[in-house]
Nanobody
Framework: QVQLVESGGGLVQPGGSLRLSCAAS????????MGWYRQAPGKQRESVAL???????NYADSVKGRFTISRDNAKNTMYLQMNSLKPEDTAVYYC?????????WGQGTQVTVSS
């Protein structure tokens, strides 16, 4: 049973933009904050941004001012607008619930920032 499906990744030049989407289950969206995570080559998976059910957000220092997380509970969908992309943003991006309700990881979506 698929609960998390990430999409929207791709190849982009430095300074470019991408918008990632995360389709999740209604159960997850109804009961948990949601977050975007990424795993770059040679690094552990890290939290990028999170958003509570009420819409409060938080970001990793590395993406503050460049990324915007949002969610549409009616559509059970979360988004990550990524602007001013840098090569160091290259990673596989995943979405999931934050904290105790975090489930299995989906396949993620590859973001590659390169000239």
């Amino acid at each position: 049973q698929v609960q998390l499906v990430e999409s929207g990744g791709g190849l982009v030049q430095p300074g470019g933009s991408l918008r990632l989407s995360c389709a999740a289950s209604g159960t997850i969206f109804s009961n948990s904050a949601m977050g975007w995570y990424r795993q770059a080559p040679g690094k552990q998976r890290e939290s990028v941004a999170l958003i509570t059910r009420g819409g409060m957000t938080n970001y990793a220092d590395s993406v503050k001012g460049r990324f915007t997380i949002s969610r549409d509970n009616a559509k059970n969908t979360m988004y990550l607008q990524m602007n001013s992309l840098k090569p160091e943003d290259t990673a596989v991006y995943y979405c999931n619930a934050v904290g105790e309700l975090r489930g299995n990881w989906g396949q993620g979506t590859q973001v590659t920032v390169s000239s």
